[in-house]
């Protein structure tokens, strides 16, 4: 069992920045993969950032060189630079464990002036 609690989701204006951040707790050792999605309203939940235990990152094009997701252990942060309006969605914290997927409960990030 996996429990991923996020954190550091709120109010930006656009340009702004905020650094998310999730949490894994249970009875495991160490998780290879950690990531990030996210959910607008009215659209399916899309794939934002990945980072493995030794560092590697992945990142969907649209938050490429903006968006910089790192692992400290078993916990992984999302810092975001440059927001912009179509950031809003509410971001999950999503993990894979002994091929069973967890997701955490969501935090909203809405960028509005």
């Known amino acids: 069992q996996v429990q991923l609690v996020e954190s550091g989701g709120g109010l930006v204006q656009p340009g702004g920045s905020l650094r998310l951040s999730c949490a894994a707790s249970g009875s495991f050792f160490s998780i290879n993969t950690m990531a990030w999605y996210r959910q607008a309203p009215g659209k399916q939940r899309e794939f934002v950032a990945a980072?493995?235990?030794?560092?590697v990152t992945n990142y969907a094009d649209s938050v490429k060189g903006r968006f910089s997701a790192a692992r400290d252990k078993n916990t992984v942060h999302l810092q975001m630079n440059s927001l912009k309006p179509e950031d809003t969605a509410v971001y999950y914290c999503?993990?894979?464990?002994?091929?069973?997927?967890?997701w955490g409960q969501g935090t909203q990030v809405t960028v509005s002036s």
């Open positions: 999503y993990a894979v464990l002994l091929g069973l997927n967890y």
């Open positions: 980072v493995t235990s030794g560092g």
